[in-house]
Nanobody
């Protein structure tokens, strides 16, 4: 399995931006679909965005559409989540994940997970 490490989380004011990174190692990153998920206290883990192996297809949850951008650089074995116009409801632990499927919105489709990075948006 591929190993994943997220970075880039932090505390930001509403309206601000953050860029999360997901560094992959151990396997060929380009063979995996990639997704970003988040989990807020007391809530289930939910998909934020997903991207296909080659980066040509993307999916966004309605709640982040137009504000977040998922991307990947297979040459650098790294995925990204650019988050703009952040809102307090975006506060959560964010996880990147890799799937043998090209890309999928179901957490159960993902085989490898990072440890998560905290994003806190203050009002």
């Amino acid at each position: 399995q591929v190993q994943l490490v997220e970075s880039g989380g932090g505390l930001v004011q509403a309206g601000g931006s953050l860029r999360l990174s997901c560094a992959a190692s151990g396997r060929t990153f380009s063979r995996y679909g990639m997704g970003w998920f988040r989990q807020a206290p007391g809530k289930e883990r939910e998909v934020v965005a997903a991207i296909s192996r080659g980066g040509g297809s993307t999916y966004y949850a309605n709640s982040v559409k137009g504000r977040f951008t998922i991307s990947r650089d297979n040459a650098k074995n790294t995925g990204y989540l650019q988050m703009n116009s952040l809102e307090p409801d975006d506060t959560a632990v964010y996880y990147c994940a890799a799937s043998y499927l090209d890309y999928d919105v179901r957490p159960s489709a993902y085989n490898s997970w990072g440890q998560g990075t905290q994003v806190t948006v203050s009002s």
